[in-house]
């Protein structure tokens, strides 16, 4: 929820830094304790190796003549009790032991930290993109691909790094926290007074806060954007090209790049402000405990040197806090974005069907008394029945918008019925059996996909099982396809780029049915296939199709009436 002036209410800000406390702790929560737990040790053993300097002090006679009290008093018995004695040997030995361990101690937490970030980002984004990938099609085809790319690539890394924030937030404060309580032992009043001057600057400053959130939420906008842009422009680079449009698109994609530069240069200036204003302030407040403490001669120069040690860590723990507060809320909206897609997507048991596994088939599909529509839209289909036999050629015929592609969504189990049912030689197509039928399918659309990779890549791409180069070479062939490959020197490993750019309409279907026909597919789905093709391309399309039919099911998807010799029976809608 944002309010009227764009802001998320601070309930929801709680509500998202809950949600991913949870996270955290659902994720390796022994690995969290462990970071948690290293963390209150090297804020007890740094603060006690500046302690160690007070006895150290009295040693080396820098205040000659005054009896032991406090820290140095309990050490000195400590040391008594222990057979050891109180001399600068030990207490240097002591000393660099303490802070060789806290050295190591910074080292085993930095390593644990990073791997723990490292596994999350890894982790979620996996767990991410496997709550996308198994989406119900009904779902998945109203979303943004844009949004899921930049939460995949850029925002579950966001995510990570809100996370990291919060993590040295959190040990941040446990080590401020051990720091103030040596300080409180030397002199309650003057850390008190330390710690009044942080709030009242804490609570002057809050605006850089509210601040730090709305330039986040505009830097993911505004990447959003840029994103898009480039998506945009490879999807009609040829327009853009024969247009000379190439203006129109640098100015937008300026536009977004510049966007984004300022709220970075903003993004740095207003966490950057609170950090200078911190550091003058501490330095100030140094400067009068230093003179009050001296001129008033109430703390033992040893002690007095001490606790301006213990105020110098202080109030840069302060200022880090502060930084870590700024980076957590600024990095709000990307957490939000990430979340946003976790709860579109609902976690399903669907696996995918084990290896070579099809849907038996030798009779008929049945569609009985089916009815579907689309929410908010009139139904396409009121009890709508239909049958298709085995091994032959059905057309699907009707005008634009009459749910031709719906049709074979169904029946392809894109989509479900609201009421009838859709059964395979009697065998209702539920979940249990969907797996294996969509095992048994081939889809050809309209627009055939390619990647940028290899012939062998693009024709191999989503088939279960390894196939043979003479198998690929044998269906090229068969497709009247083998030509397109043998013109390159590499053949199936010759590597192509923008196949739109570099094939012919016909020439990219024949490939794409060279590919589907890989799959050994009991029922070939074929979506408006030869719709971009002229009459010599579509009659050779047609003929290959023709040929297969006696050893698979054929349904094919069109509005044109010359291919109705094609077909074994029709289905007008």
Not at 315 to 327: E, Y
Not at 417 to 428: A, E, M, N, T, W
Request: proline share 5%; net charge neutral.
């Amino acid at each position: 929820m944002v309010t009227h002036n764009g802001h998320t209410p601070f309930p929801e800000q709680l509500s998202l830094m809950a949600k991913t406390l949870r996270l955290m702790l659902q994720h390796h929560p022994w690995k969290l304790v462990r970071i948690l737990l290293l963390t209150g040790i090297l804020g007890v053993s740094g603060g006690f190796s500046i302690l160690l300097l007070i006895p150290l002090l009295r040693l080396l006679n820098l205040q000659s003549g005054d009896a032991p009290d406090g820290f140095a008093l309990w050490l000195q018995q400590l040391m008594e009790r222990t057979g050891m004695e109180l001399s600068i040997g030990n207490i240097l030995l002591l000393f660099v032991l303490i802070l060789a361990l806290n050295a190591l101690l910074r080292f085993r937490k930095s390593m644990t930290e990073a791997r723990y970030q490292q596994t999350f980002i890894s982790d979620y984004r996996r767990q991410l993109f496997g709550k996308v990938l198994r989406a119900e099609w009904s779902t998945l085809h109203t979303k943004s691909k844009t949004n899921h790319i930049q939460v995949l690539t850029v925002e579950v890394p966001n995510l990570a790094e809100y996370i990291f924030y919060l993590l040295r937030f959190l040990t941040s404060l446990v080590i401020t926290l051990a720091y103030i309580a040596y300080a409180l032992a030397i002199s309650p009043l003057y850390t008190l007074l330390i710690l009044a001057t942080g709030g009242i600057l804490f609570f002057l400053l809050r605006k850089f806060l509210a601040k730090a959130f709305r330039l986040g939420e505009g830097y993911v906008s505004s990447y959003n954007h840029l994103l898009k842009y480039i998506d945009d422009f490879w999807q009609t680079v040829k327009i853009a090209k024969v247009h000379s449009s190439e203006d129109f698109y640098s100015r937008k994609f300026d536009q977004a790049s510049s966007s984004l530069l300022d709220l970075e240069y903003g993004m740095q200036k207003n966490y950057a402000l609170p950090r200078l204003i911190y550091s003058i302030a501490g330095i100030a407040v140094l400067a009068l405990v230093i003179y009050l403490g001296f001129s008033m001669g109430q703390i033992p120069l040893a002690s007095l040197f001490v606790l301006i040690l213990l105020f110098s860590k202080i109030f840069p723990q302060f200022t880090g806090l502060i930084t870590d507060i700024h980076m957590i809320i600024s990095n709000l909206p990307s957490v939000q974005m990430v979340f946003r897609l976790d709860d579109e997507f609902r976690e399903t048991a669907v696996s995918p069907a084990p290896t070579g596994a099809s849907f038996s088939f030798s009779r008929e599909i049945l569609l009985d008394r089916i009815s579907f529509g689309y929410p908010g839209a009139e139904p396409l289909f009121r009890n709508f029945s239909a049958v298709i036999p085995c091994r032959q050629i059905t057309g699907i015929m009707g005008e634009s918008g009459l749910g031709k592609t719906t049709l074979i969504d169904l029946i392809a189990g894109l989509q479900k019925p609201q009421d009838g049912s859709i059964s395979v030689d009697g065998r209702p197509l539920n979940d249990d059996a969907l797996p294996s039928w969509k095992n048994s399918i081939g889809y050809l659309p309209q627009d055939s996909f390619f990647i940028d990779g290899t012939f062998r890549e693009n024709l191999v791409w989503d088939t279960a099982h390894p196939i043979p180069d003479e198998e690929i070479w044998n269906l090229l062939e068969q497709v009247n396809a083998a030509h397109l490959v043998k013109r390159y020197p590499g053949g199936l490993d010759a590597m192509v780029v923008n196949f739109p750019f570099t094939f012919s309409g016909g020439e990219r279907q024949r490939l794409a049915l060279a590919r589907v026909l890989l799959r050994n597919p009991r029922l070939l789905l074929l979506d408006e296939a030869t719709s971009s093709l002229d009459s010599d391309n579509e009659q050779q399309i047609m003929e290959v199709i023709a040929q297969l039919k006696n050893r698979v099911t054929i349904l094919f998807v069109t509005h044109r009436t010359s291919l109705l010799p094609w077909f074994d029976q029709v289905i007008r809608l």
